[in-house]
């Protein structure tokens, strides 16, 4: 472990929220997965937990630096307090509570970003807690792939690469695979991407940031990498069945789209998802009735200076 003022080579950084039942894996896995690091930090951030995470945090692992933030700043909040106090001089590897990553992982993402021109962010295989590959590859947003998973649903439209937004062909995943984005519950950014892009956006606050954030290296000419021999096992949280969440992600889709595109296609983008979530709220289902008041509320043109809750 880096001490003092010297800059590691690579920090870790997870931001928690009553992470209480999953942050003890992750601890515990962690001298392993940074095997062959010759130094690094961890960097835990809590947003303001009320179910004992810093206690656990301090009692199981000493050896991290702990930062208590006082309130909920978000995921990407969470993130920026984190790189505000201090980035590895090789990379920073940003772990969700729950992720628990595989044993020499942290290298092999750090070498991907490294030994291969181009290459700003590397992801490991995303699995399942009975070790089965998760689909966590995705492409960019656009108006047909909306319109494809409203028709079709998700899984359906991802056998159509203009049509879906996951990718779900397993051949598809193997190492050096590259992917617009990808799911943001481990990803190892390089000190070149950070310094080249910047904090992340957190006016998303939770969801999207990760799809934005992998986006803006895209458009600065760099791509994101899977690395298949790195590896977390992660089990999802509870956004498909949390009413709020589920607003929460519906209308970052719609904001993330605002912010890249003009106001003619962002509307027909909101109008879409809109539908969507209007025809499968007609089937009773709370997550969608809730994403559809939500997303009526904010409207497709939302004040850009505003955090996803203010919104709301």
């Known amino acids: 472990m880096a001490t003092g003022s010297s800059e590691p080579d690579v920090v870790v950084v997870c931001v928690t ?6 942050i003890e894996a992750l601890l515990a896995a962690l001298p392993s997965a940074l095997e062959s690091i010759a130094t690094c930090r ?5 947003n303001d937990s009320s179910d004992g995470t810093p206690a656990i945090v301090k009692q199981r692992a000493p050896w991290v630096r702990l930062i208590e933030a006082g309130s909920n700043s978000g995921y990407a909040g969470g993130i920026n307090i984190a790189l505000r106090n201090g980035l590895g001089s090789r990379g920073v590897y940003i772990l969700n509570p729950d992720a628990v990553p595989s044993p020499g992982s942290v290298v092999r993402l750090l ?15 995303v699995l399942a807690v009975d070790g089965t590959l998760k689909f966590s590859l995705r492409r960019e947003p656009t108006i047909m792939r909306a319109v494809g998973e409203a028709l079709l649903g998700g899984h359906r439209a991802a056998r159509f690469p203009k049509l879906g937004d996951m990718i779900r062909n397993p051949a598809y995943y193997c190492d050096g695979a590259t992917a617009d984005w990808a799911t943001g519950a481990a990803m190892l950014v390089s000190r070149a991407t950070i310094d080249a892009i910047g904090e992340w956006d957190e006016r998303f606050w939770l969801y999207s940031e990760e799809t934005d954030y992998a986006l803006r290296l ?22 498909s069945t949390s009413p709020y969440l589920w607003s929460l992600v519906a209308i970052n889709r719609t904001r993330l789209y605002r912010k890249r595109h003009s106001l003619v296609p962002s509307l027909f983008y909101w109008l879409v998802v809109l539908g969507n979530e209007a025809v499968r709220s007609l089937l009773g289902r709370p997550t969608h009735r809730a994403a559809v008041k939500a997303l009526l509320k904010v409207g497709p043109n939302p004040p850009a200076e505003l955090s996803t809750p203010a919104l709301m």
């Open 17 to 22: 929220y009553n992470s209480s039942a999953v």
């Open 42 to 46: 961890v960097v835990i951030v809590d």
């Open 111 to 125: 070498d991907a970003v490294e030994s291969a021109p181009g290459v700003g962010i590397a992801v490991p295989a």
């Open 218 to 239: 895209a458009d600065a000419g760099s791509r994101l990498c899977l690395v298949m021999s790195a590896e977390v096992r992660h089990p999802g949280g509870s956004m």
